[in-house]
């Protein structure tokens, strides 16, 4: 009713419409409005009435009219003649107005078979033809009646059309043509239309009511769209066939027909983005639910992959930036609460991502501190035994033992602080202190035991003992006689007796030592 009075009030009052700094026009209520109707037009309607009020046009017999309707007058006694649906009652007391109705069936295009693909066209030769027979007969059928059949034929047309669209985009050309063309000086508002001037005869019920059901069918339509284009962009990201981020096929989708609908009313592209947001509420719920459980499972191999991460996390700050700005942009109450909800879907999401990842991380970091750790306890010793204790007791401290194991208890400390629970890599400098003070070969042949048995899984350290043993100050003969001990151990690994690895290591180190010293 409210679209109903504001068209009613522009077609009395002759004003007008206003068209904004952007060229976009102005919202009349209930998408009720024109931009082709210029002030020159609207004079010209003006000017019409009163010519029609001062020229009286002579009668027209029954027959010149179906002449110039193009149908036989008998028309009038065929059982099967159409009768105008406007004013049935007209039928029988105004004859004419039947045989427009002939004229009209008779004239105007029929529905294409494939509207979706020849919609555009069709309605170019709607307009030609419906333009062309009015400016034809307006002259000498100046009637209410012709009019009337006109505007009925047209929307009856129109309904049909509404039926076999299956995309929103045509809905849009379908709206955008009523509301802009139908009114235009390219229709109802043409200059040749001198004496019925058909704006002033417009159905303004049947007018509206149609906008609203071509609306309602609009956003239907949009829904459906939407539906389909997210599930197929989900289908895609689980497939991995996906061309581009999540994010931006997500945002394309849901702003394309808002966009779009913007070209003709903001309150229409207003409903049309409230339908795509309740969309992309479902969509993100299903993303949840399935990346959720993906990451989650990835997050418990032994490597996890970290890309898988970093995307969700990417697709959830975009796609909450996106919405965001679409918080700022809009008024609606109802926008703002869809809004609200998406951005806690997302802002949960990338709690959960950023756990996950961060947890990753940690484990990773373990890792590669625990390869630190062994890497740096194994330079310090490599180190430590090129340099004679001499030089050590003089220039650093008198118990060269008791100062290797503080810096082993230092470095142990540091790392299981920065990583807890980390493996004890200090195990051979810590038995330093206790391999200097063993006085007797015996003692030396059981702490050398208890060092391979305890660092067996450390090799690097572990070959370098015979070097250790040297640096220790025992002879040839007396390593050889550890290297016996070592080879009744579990675990060791016999070499040929002619030239085993304990006695090649030996030689490599005491030429080291040398070349140090």
């Known amino acids: 009713m409210k679209g109903f009075k504001a068209l ?41 009435g009163q010519q029609s009020e001062e020229q009286i ?16 007058p008998d028309a009038l006694t065929s059982e099967d003649g159409p009768l105008c649906s406007m004013r049935p009652d007209l039928n029988a007391e105004r004859p004419v107005v039947h045989l427009m109705q002939i004229s009209v069936d008779q004239h105007f295009p029929k529905t294409p078979a494939d509207v979706d693909q020849n919609l555009q066209r069709h309605l170019l030769n709607v307009q030609d033809a419906v333009r062309e ?56 508002g043409h200059p040749g239309l001198q004496y019925t001037d ?73 409903q049309a983005q409230e339908v795509c947001l309740r969309e992309l509420l479902t969509f993100l719920t299903r993303y949840r639910d399935k990346q959720t459980d993906i990451l989650a499972k990835t997050a418990k191999m032994n ?26 942009q809009t008024k609606e109450s109802s926008l703002k609460d869809i809004i609200t909800k998406a951005v806690a879907m997302l802002e949960n999401m990338e709690a959960f991502t950023l756990k996950l990842l961060k947890e990753i991380i940690a484990d990773i970091v373990e890792r590669v501190m625990d390869e630190a750790y062994k890497l740096i306890a194994h330079i310090y010793f490599k180190r430590l035994i090129k340099i004679s204790q001499r030089k050590l007791r003089k220039s650093w401290h008198p118990d060269v033992g008791q100062e290797v194991a503080k810096d082993a208890e230092h470095l142990h400390s540091i790392i299981s602080y920065l990583v807890p629970g980390v493996g004890q890599w200090n195990v051979m400098l810590l038995k ?22 305890e660092c067996y899984t450390w090799s690097e350290d572990l070959e370098l003992l015979p070097a250790l043993l ?27 007796k002619t030239a085993s690895c304990f006695t090649r290591l030996l030689s490599c180190c005491t030429r080291e030592s040398t070349a140090t010293s």
């Open 8 to 48: 009613k009030s522009w077609r009395n009052d002759r004003r007008p419409l206003v068209e904004s700094n952007s060229n976009d026009i102005q919202d009349v209520p209930d998408l009720i409005y024109d931009n082709t109707l210029t002030q020159n037009t609207l004079n010209t309607h003006e000017e019409r």
């Open 57 to 72: 046009t002579p009668p027209i017999t029954l027959q010149e009219a179906a002449h110039l309707l193009g149908v036989a």
């Open 133 to 188: 027979q009015l400016v034809r007969l307006d002259p000498r059928l100046h009637s209410e009646g012709l009019i009337q059949c006109y505007h009925r034929q047209i929307f009856e047309h129109l309904d049909d059309l509404l039926q076999n669209i299956s995309s929103s985009q045509n809905h849009l050309l379908l709206i955008k043509w009523v509301l802009q063309t139908y009114l235009s000086q390219d229709l109802l």
């Open 198 to 270: 058909p704006i002033k005869k417009v159905d303004l019920l049947l007018f509206t009511q149609w906008v609203s059901r071509a609306e309602e069918q609009f956003l239907k339509n949009v829904e459906t769209e939407n539906t389909r284009f997210l599930e197929n962009i989900l289908q895609n990201e689980r497939s991995h066939e996906a061309q581009d981020e999540l994010y931006v096929d997500t945002i394309q989708c849901i702003d394309a027909m808002p966009r779009e609908a913007l070209k003709i009313s903001s309150k229409l592209s207003d």
């Open 303 to 328: 490597k996890p992959e970290t890309k898988q991460f970093f995307k969700t996390l990417n697709n959830c700050k975009e796609l909450k930036q996106h919405i965001h700005t679409k918080a700022i």
């Open 432 to 453: 330093v202190g206790e391999l200097l003070d063993c006085k007797s070969l015996v003692a030396t042949k059981m702490t050398v035991a208890s060092m391979q048995k």
């Open 470 to 496: 040297q640096w220790k100050g025992l002879s040839r003969w007396e390593i050889g006689e550890v290297q016996n001990v070592l080879e009744d151990l579990p675990g060791f690994q016999p070499r040929p």
